[in-house]
C-alpha cells in the first residue's frame, strides 16, 4: 500500500509542469491527512502563556480585538478604517486611477460608433439580474444583483469603462452585487461613478461602506427626477412607478400621476416593519404612513444620440476629391467646391445619419405597481406607430407579473417590431461557464469528492434553433428577431445574449452561455502519461478505500462539509467568496460563512429542487466576520430560505443567525430602510459563544444537533472570530474564519478532529500576510500542528492563484486544499490519506 501512494505522489512531482499538475493539487486535496503524527508536544498551559505575550507584545490594533470597549458605532468605523493596507496596493490603485481619469479626459465628444446591450445575468434563480451596456469609450450598468461582479469578470466585460450603475427598484435582487462591485471598481482605480434609481438608492452605499471601503471612489447620486441624465451616447428619462400596500389601506393611486411627489415629505419609501407601523398608527400619523409605505420602482427610456453618418472614401473618389481639409468640411456636413467648380454635396459622399434608437428598461415588481405602469404617458407616446418605436424593452419584472393579462395587454401595445427580453426567475441560465468545465475536470480525477454539478441549463427549442452562430449580417440578425418574436413573443434571457445597437441593430446569440458536456469532456487531458497518472491515482485511491473500514451506517456518515466558496475577497471564475455547508446530521445544515453568490453555488450543486429542501433545513447561519467576502450572500439566503418554506407548505422557522455585532447592526439597518428581513432570522452574537458561555444557548444548539459550540477572538479585524463546533457524537470541527496565526484559535481547537484554516497566502508572502491580517500556508500547518488537529483543510486562497495555490511538496501532502465543490464527510477512513503515516 505504502509503496503504491509512494509511486502516485513521485508520479505527481514528475508531471509538476504537465497539465497534469492541475489535477495534482485537487486530488491531494481530497484527502484530509493525519497531522498529529508531526513533532509537537504543544500543552495547555504553554499556550496561555503565549497567549498572554502574544497581547502583551503586539501592536495597538491589535490590542483593540481583545480588550478596548467599543460602541456599537465605533464597531463599524474600525472594522474599515484601522485594516491596514499595503502600500504596493495604494501604489498600484493610483496608477491605475490615472489610466482612468487619462482615458475619461480624451473622451469623443461625439456618440460612439458602437454601442451593444449585453445580457449579464439572466436572473434565473441563483443568478444575478444585470444588464451591461457598452458604449465607446463608456459602459452602463442596469441593475447588479449578487454575482454580477463575478459574471462580468468571467466574460471579461470591461469594468474600468463603468460610468453608471442603474438601479430599478429597491430589492436584494437589484443590488445584492453592488457592494462587492463597488469594492473591486475601488481597487481597480475608478474615480467615481454615477449610482441613478429610486430615492434612497445611494443609503445602502453609504452604510455598506463600514464593510466595504470605497473610500478613494467617489460615488454620485442620480436620484430620479423629471430632468433626464444626458451625456454624449445618450439620453436616459426616469419614470416612476408606483406601488405599494393601497390595497389594504384603502388608498386609491388615481390622483397619483397629478400628485407632486416630488415634493412629499415621506419620500423615504422604506418598507416599514411591523413595529414602525403600529408606532405611526398610534401616532395618528396614518396620512404619512399611507405615503411612506409606497413603494417606488424606476424605469428608464434611453435614447441614443442621433450619429452623424461616415464618410465615404469610394464616392469621393469619384467626385476627384483630394486628400486634405475638403474631406473634413464634407464630414461636417458643409459641401464644398473642387478647383474644376464641381460642387460636391456633403449628403452625396456620406453614409446616412443614424437617427439614434429606443430602448426600455422596466421593472414592475408586483401587481400592486400595475395601474401606475398602465397609466404612465411615458411610455404612450411610443406605443402603436408613433415614429419612436423602442427597438427593444428589457422586463426586469417577474413571471407572476408578466403572465398577468393587464401587463400582456401593456406589451402588446408596443410595436410588433419591438423585442421584449425578461431577465427574471424563468430563466434558466446562470451564466458560469468556467466553474462547469473546471468541476468535469476534477471529477475525472474522484466523482465521490467532486460530483458533476447538477444544474444544466436547458435550452428551449425555440432558442436551440437560433443559438447556432450567426454570421454577423444584418439580414441574419433580423430574420432570427423576426422569428423569435412571431413565435415567442419575449425572449428569455441567457448571459451574453446582446442587443446590438449601433452600428447594425439586432438581437445577437452567438455568444449565449450554453453549456455542453461534451465540450467539458474535450478539456479533459487525454495524452498517454496523463491517462497513466489518472489512472494510477484511481487505483490507489479506490485501493485505499477498500482497506478502511468500509462506514455505511447513517450514524457515521454525519458531519458532512461541501466547500461553496474557498477564494478570498473577490469572487473569480472557479473560486467564490468563502462559505462552507456544514451538514451536523441529515437534514440539520448550518451555513459556515456566507459570501456573496452562495445561493448560486447552492443551486449550481444540488440543482433548483434540492436546493429548496436543503434550504428550509439549513437551520442556522455562522458568520465570522463583518467582511463584504463572508456575509453578503446572507440575505438573499434568508429571502430565498423563506420562499423554499412557502414552496414545500412547509410552517416557516427563522434561521438562526451567529454573527459578530456589526453585521447583526448591517442586517438591522437593511430592515429597517430597505426590505423587511427581521422575521427571518434569530440572532446571536457570536461573542456569547466566547468562554465557555455556550450554556447560555444550550437549547439553541441542542435543536441544531450540536452539543457545543465555542467561539475565539482571532487576530483579523475588530470582531473577528473563529468557532469550534462539536456535534453530538462529540466529532469537533474548528473554523478559523479569516485570522493571522492566532493563539486563541490554537487553545480553542486543542486536539479537535479537522481544522479548516485560512491559507490566503503561499509562505513567500508572510510581510504581505502580516500586514492584511492573513495567514501563510505554512503558518496554518503550524497551527495545526499546535493543536494537534487530526486533520487540516486549507481554504480562502487569494485569488491569484488562478487555480489551486502554490504549495511545497510537503505543505501538499499534509493538508487538504478545498475547492468550490468538493465534499466529503469528515470521518477519517472515508477521505483516504495519500499519506500513509
Ligand atoms: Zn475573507
Ligand atoms: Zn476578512
Given at each position: 500500500m505504502a509503496a503504491c501512494l509512494a509511486n502516485v505522489q513521485r508520479g505527481f512531482s514528475a508531471l509538476h509542469h504537465s497539465c497534469l499538475t492541475y489535477f495534482h493539487r485537487p486530488l491531494i486535496s481530497s484527502f484530509v491527512i493525519n497531522s498529529r503524527g508531526c513533532a509537537c508536544h504543544t500543552d495547555r498551559a504553554s499556550i496561555s502563556q503565549s497567549i498572554f505575550e502574544e497581547k502583551r507584545s503586539s501592536k495597538q490594533w491589535e490590542d483593540s480585538l481583545f480588550s478596548r470597549p467599543r460602541s456599537p458605532r465605533d464597531n463599524f468605523r474600525t472594522c474599515t478604517i484601522d485594516m491596514p493596507e499595503d502600500r504596493s496596493n495604494k501604489l498600484h490603485r493610483g496608477e491605475l486611477r490615472a489610466k482612468v481619469l487619462k482615458r475619461r479626459a480624451e473622451k469623443s465628444l461625439y456618440p460612439p460608433a458602437e454601442i451593444s446591450l449585453h445580457i449579464?445575468?439572466?436572473?434565473?434563480?441563483g443568478a444575478p439580474r444585470a444588464l451591461y451596456m457598452l458604449a465607446g469609450n463608456s459602459s452602463y450598468l442596469f441593475n447588479c444583483g449578487e454575482g454580477a461582479q463575478r459574471l462580468l469578470c468571467e466574460h471579461k466585460m470591461?469594468?474600468?469603462?463603468?460610468?453608471h450603475i442603474l438601479v430599478t427598484h429597491l430589492s436584494w435582487e437589484n443590488y445584492g452585487g453592488l457592494p462587492g462591485l463597488l469594492l473591486s471598481l475601488h481597487e481597480m482605480g475608478l474615480p467615481s461613478l454615477t449610482l441613478h434609481g429610486p430615492p434612497d438608492v445611494e443609503k445602502l452605499i453609504e452604510r455598506a461602506q463600514s464593510f466595504v471601503k470605497i473610500n478613494a471612489m467617489e460615488v454620485l447620486k442620480k436620484e430620479y427626477s423629471d430632468v433626464p441624465y444626458e451625456d454624449e451616447t445618450l439620453i436616459i428619462s426616469y419614470v416612476p412607478i408606483w406601488g405599494g400596500k393601497k390595497e389594504k389601506d384603502g388608498f386609491d393611486d388615481s390622483d397619483l400621476e397629478t400628485t407632486?411627489?416630488?415634493?412629499?415629505?415621506?419620500?423615504?419609501?422604506r418598507r416599514l416593519n411591523t413595529h414602525n407601523n403600529a408606532e405611526m398608527r398610534g401616532s395618528g400619523q396614518e396620512d404619512a404612513l399611507k405615503i411612506k409605505e409606497r413603494d417606488m420602482s424606476v424605469a428608464y427610456i434611453c435614447r441614443l444620440k442621433p450619429r452623424a453618418g461616415s464618410l465615404l472614401l469610394e464616392k469621393c473618389l469619384d467626385y476627384k476629391v483630394p486628400t486634405g481639409p475638403l474631406l473634413g468640411c464634407l464630414k461636417r456636413g458643409e459641401d464644398v467646391t473642387l478647383e474644376n467648380g464641381t460642387v460636391v454635396h456633403s449628403q452625396d459622399v456620406m453614409s446616412p445619419q443614424d437617427p439614434g434608437s429606443l430602448f426600455f428598461v422596466v421593472d414592475c415588481p408586483t401587481e400592486a405597481f400595475l395601474k401606475s405602469l398602465m397609466k404612465s404617458g411615458h411610455f404612450q407616446s411610443h406605443m402603436e406607430t408613433s415614429g419612436l418605436d423602442p427597438s427593444v424593452i428589457f422586463h426586469f419584472t417577474p413571471p407572476e407579473v408578466m403572465g398577468n393579462l393587464k401587463y400582456q395587454d401593456w406589451m402588446s401595445q408596443f410595436p410588433k417590431s419591438t423585442i421584449h427580453i425578461s431577465l427574471n426567475r424563468d430563466s434558466t441560465c446562470l451564466g458560469n461557464r468556467e466553474v462547469y468545465r473546471n468541476q468535469f475536470k476534477l471529477n475525472s480525477l474522484d466523482p465521490v469528492v467532486f460530483p458533476l454539478l447538477k444544474e444544466f441549463p436547458s435550452v428551449n427549442k425555440n432558442e436551440a434553433e437560433i443559438l447556432s452562430p450567426l454570421n454577423g449580417s444584418a439580414t441574419s440578425v433580423s430574420s432570427k428577431v423576426l422569428a423569435i418574436s412571431a413565435t415567442d413573443g419575449v425572449v428569455q434571457a441567457r448571459t451574453l445574449t446582446q442587443f446590438r445597437l449601433r452600428p447594425k441593430m439586432g438581437l445577437d446569440f452567438s455568444s449565449s452561455i450554453v453549456i455542453s458536456s461534451e465540450e467539458a469532456l474535450s478539456e479533459i487531458p487525454s495524452n498517454e502519461s496523463d491517462v497513466n497518472v489518472r489512472d494510477r491515482v484511481h487505483e490507489s485511491v479506490q485501493a485505499k478505500r477498500d482497506s478502511d473500514t468500509v462506514i455505511t451506517s447513517e450514524s457515521q456518515d454525519f458531519p458532512r462539509i461541501l466547500f461553496l466558496g474557498t477564494g478570498s475577497s473577490v469572487p473569480q471564475k472557479t473560486r467564490n467568496t468563502s462559505a462552507i455547508l456544514f451538514t451536523i446530521k441529515k437534514k440539520h445544515h448550518m451555513m459556515l460563512d456566507c459570501g456573496e453568490g452562495t445561493l448560486g453555488q447552492l443551486v449550481r450543486f444540488f440543482g433548483l429542487s434540492k436546493t429548496w429542501k436543503i434550504l428550509t433545513h439549513l437551520n442556522a447561519t455562522y458568520i465570522s466576520h463583518l467582511h463584504a467576502d463572508h456575509h453578503i450572500g446572507l440575505i438573499s439566503i434568508l429571502q430565498a430560505r423563506e420562499e423554499a418554506f412557502m414552496l414545500q407548505e412547509k410552517p416557516f422557522q427563522p434561521m438562526k443567525l451567529f454573527a459578530p455585532q456589526p453585521v447583526i447592526q448591517w442586517l438591522d439597518f437593511y430592515n429597517m430602510h430597505f426590505e423587511s428581513i427581521d422575521h427571518l432570522y434569530q440572532a446571536h452574537d457570536n461573542a456569547l459563544l466566547l468562554n465557555d458561555n455556550e450554556t447560555m444557548l444550550k437549547n439553541v444548539l441542542e435543536s441544531l444537533g450540536l452539543r457545543r459550540m465555542q467561539t475565539c477572538r482571532v487576530?483579523?479585524?475588530?470582531d473577528a472570530f473563529g468557532v469550534s463546533l462539536t456535534d453530538l457524537k462529540g466529532w469537533t470541527t474548528v473554523y478559523s474564519g479569516d485570522?493571522?496565526?492566532?493563539n486563541n484559535l490554537v487553545f480553542l481547537g486543542m486536539d479537535c478532529d479537522l481544522l479548516i484554516h485560512?491559507?490566503?497566502?503561499?509562505?513567500?508572502m508572510v510581510e504581505a500576510a502580516h500586514i492584511k491580517a492573513h495567514s501563510t500556508v505554512s503558518q496554518a500547518l503550524d497551527i495545526a500542528e499546535r493543536m494537534q488537529s487530526k486533520h487540516i483543510i486549507l481554504t480562502h486562497f487569494s485569488q491569484r492563484y488562478c487555480k489551486i495555490p502554490i504549495l511545497s511538496q510537503s505543505a501538499a501532502l499534509r493538508a487538504g486544499i478545498a475547492f468550490d465543490f468538493m465534499q466529503g464527510n469528515c470521518i477519517p477512513m472515508d477521505l483516504p490519506s495519500v499519506w500513509d503515516t
Open positions: 449579464i445575468g439572466s436572473g434565473a434563480f470591461k469594468l474600468g469603462k463603468l460610468e407632486n411627489y416630488c415634493n412629499l415629505e415621506g419620500r423615504k419609501r487576530s483579523h479585524c475588530p485570522t493571522r496565526p492566532c485560512e491559507a490566503t497566502m503561499e509562505d513567500d
